[in-house]
């Protein structure tokens, strides 16, 4: 996902005490052809993390040890690749979600690969699944967080739906992401165009400017400084009870809490979500093929799916990856997410945004 994703990668790092083998260069750097060949090129935003002992145990099984290239936010990182096509700086992409997907292939940046196992994971995620161009690797749901402490304090009842949130009892309480400018921001859009329809989704978002909806850049500002139930927003006097982040969040509340709590701060409406599906493939061109299929089969592994949870807030795709127990616990789970197929985001989005900005702008 991209750099406003839940948590920044500076925050997840210093609260797990985990590192990722960042670059400041492409697998095209100095070194010998033996080096090269050793070396794994992973092109991601800003957000990826793995921990230093997984990455390690690839380079056991593999021999090869993973270089990672970041580049910003996920269409920041996608727009670098489209402008290097057929020259790319690494050897795997990772960080195109559904909302870009269309746009990546569109451009034919990946060679088609079927990933060793494959068959494990959920046949729901994989929009790629009879070309195997990109591979499904987590999944994750844009929804409305709420602060429970300003709900029970004011004797509110928690709004849960789209429908709910236009309602006066929560006039001025919500802020959102920019759509242009925050993957996030663009999800719980996308949400709204699925619920409302291409017809109803633009009536619903003037009701919502009605009603006092705040706009900021990206999840950063909104959850961190506008939000008053994040840790981040209680100190900044956030006066905003619900926020646009994601289901993870009240696990990431808990993990970074000291002492930890026994019930997360924040809650989830469970009927304002749409699912984000992030994807790697095996970018055209690239300089080690066989170390970047090795790579791919790596991150559908059990392995790295159950790392996953608690370094980038997203989950397994990979059958039988088990969750951490603190994301059991305090995680939503979403039963019925909207979605919106990659090739109508592809047909609209641009008119979808420019439409959004003129109703609420």
């Not at 709910?164 to 919500?174: A, I, M, R």
């Not at 949870?309 to 795709?317: E, S, T």
Request: with cysteine.
């Amino acid at each position: 996902m991209s750099t406003t994703k839940k948590l920044t990668v500076t925050a997840l790092a210093a609260a797990l005490g985990v590192s990722t083998l960042a670059a400041c260069g492409s697998s095209g750097g100095s070194g010998s052809s033996a080096e090269k060949s050793k070396t794994v090129t992973l092109v991601s935003h800003d957000s990826f993390v793995a921990s230093p002992s997984v990455l390690k145990e690839f380079t056991k099984e593999t021999g090869y040890t993973v270089h990672v290239l970041k580049s910003g936010d996920a269409g920041a990182a996608l727009n670098q690749e489209i402008l290097t096509k057929g020259s790319p700086r690494g050897d795997v992409f990772f960080g195109v979600d559904n909302t870009l997907l269309s746009r990546a292939l569109d451009h034919d940046l990946f060679t088609p690969y079927r990933a060793k196992g494959l068959g494990q994971v959920s046949a729901d995620v994989q929009l790629d699944a009879k070309k195997h161009r990109v591979t499904p690797i987590d999944s994750g749901d844009i929804c409305v967080n709420y602060d429970k402490k300003y709900f029970a304090d004011h004797k509110l009842a928690v709004p849960q739906s789209f429908d709910d949130l236009v309602k006066p009892e929560y006039k001025n309480l919500l802020v959102t992401e920019n759509v242009a400018t925050s993957s996030p921001g663009l999800g719980f859009m996308l949400g709204t165009v699925a619920k409302y329809g291409d017809g109803g989704w633009q009536g619903y978002w003037k009701k919502l400017k009605a009603n006092g909806v705040k706009v900021v850049d990206g999840w950063e500002q909104a959850y961190n400084q506008e939000f008053s139930g994040s840790a981040g927003g209680r100190k900044a006097k956030g006066d905003r009870p619900l926020v646009v982040s994601y289901a993870s969040s009240p696990p990431a509340e808990v993990v970074y809490a000291k002492p930890q709590p026994k019930t997360a701060p924040t809650g989830v409406a469970t009927s304002t979500c749409f699912r984000q599906i992030e994807f790697a493939g095996l970018l055209d061109g690239a300089k080690n093929p066989a170390g970047g299929k090795a790579l791919i089969d790596f991150l559908i592994s059990k392995k790295f799916q159950e790392d996953m949870p608690l370094n980038m807030f997203v989950d397994p795709v990979t059958k039988g990856a088990a969750l951490p127990a603190v994301f059991k616990k305090f995680g939503a789970r979403i039963p019925d997410p909207q979605t919106v197929a990659p090739d109508t985001i592809a047909k609209n989005r641009d008119q979808w945004v420019k439409t959004w900005s003129s109703i609420v702008l």
